[in-house]
């Protein structure tokens, strides 16, 4: 079936690069996202990336994609504390045609940035 | 818009006692989800619903009941509640209109199962 694997916890210091990783399983996913948690919230949509893509850039955030490894990146520039939350990283098996409204998730990462 | 609106923010039942958790959205949107989040596992799908009428099973669906009369609105039920569903619930609504499945979440109930 469907799995989603990350690690649970990452520790930078403030102005570092953090780079969170992600292993899927499914190969047919169309799309692969970060969803960002920040404490007793819930998850907001950071970045995604199509699968006939290999990076993405959004100002700080670059999304690596190795679709052979099944390996998703997300790299965050200039770290600040304002970035500690969990990232989840998602991915959804819909066709090509259109999505089915059900993603999978991996487990999220605990990001803590120190001063 | 208010976006997706959960009720109540938090629960505590005893075991075997029913209760229904509400979810809303007002943004027209044809999908709607509920997950569960515990620690260490990430966030588990337990119910969908692609459209008013349609519902489908999750990951971890035991346990759990939901309709979806309107498309506003994704009611969860728990029909016996256990200890083993203490946790922290979400609801998410999206678009259908496009491949790309961004998924806009509620608050989350934090429910505890006595």
């Known amino acids: 079936g469907e799995d989603v694997e990350q690690s649970l916890f990452l520790s930078v210091r403030e102005g570092d690069s953090s780079v969170i990783n992600c292993t899927y399983t499914d190969s047919s996913s169309t799309y692969l996202y970060w969803y960002k948690q920040e404490p007793g919230a819930g998850l907001q949509l950071l970045t995604y990336i199509f699968s006939n893509m290999d990076m993405k850039q959004d100002q700080r955030l670059t999304v690596l994609l190795n679709k052979k490894d099944k390996h998703l990146s997300l790299r965050i520039a200039d770290t600040q504390t304002g970035d500690s939350a969990i990232y989840f990283c998602?991915?959804?098996?819909?066709?090509?045609?259109?999505?089915?409204?059900?993603?999978?998730f991996g487990q999220g990462t605990t990001l803590q940035v120190k001063p | 818009n208010a976006g997706v609106t959960q009720t109540p923010k938090f629960q505590v039942l005893k075991t075997g006692q029913s209760m229904t958790l509400q979810c809303a959205q007002d943004m027209n949107h044809e999908y709607m989800s509920w997950y569960r989040q515990d620690p260490g596992m990430g966030l588990r799908l337990i119910h969908y619903s692609v459209g008013a009428g349609i519902t489908d099973q999750g990951e971890v669906p035991n346990g759990y009941n939901v309709s979806r009369s309107t498309t506003e609105d994704f009611p969860l039920r728990l029909l016996s509640a256990a200890p083993s569903q203490t946790s922290v619930y979400f609801c998410a609504s999206s678009y259908s209109g496009v491949a790309r499945n961004e998924q806009f979440f509620g608050p989350g109930t934090r429910l505890t199962v006595l």
């Open positions: 998602a991915e959804s098996h819909a066709p090509i045609s259109g999505n089915t409204g059900k993603l999978i």
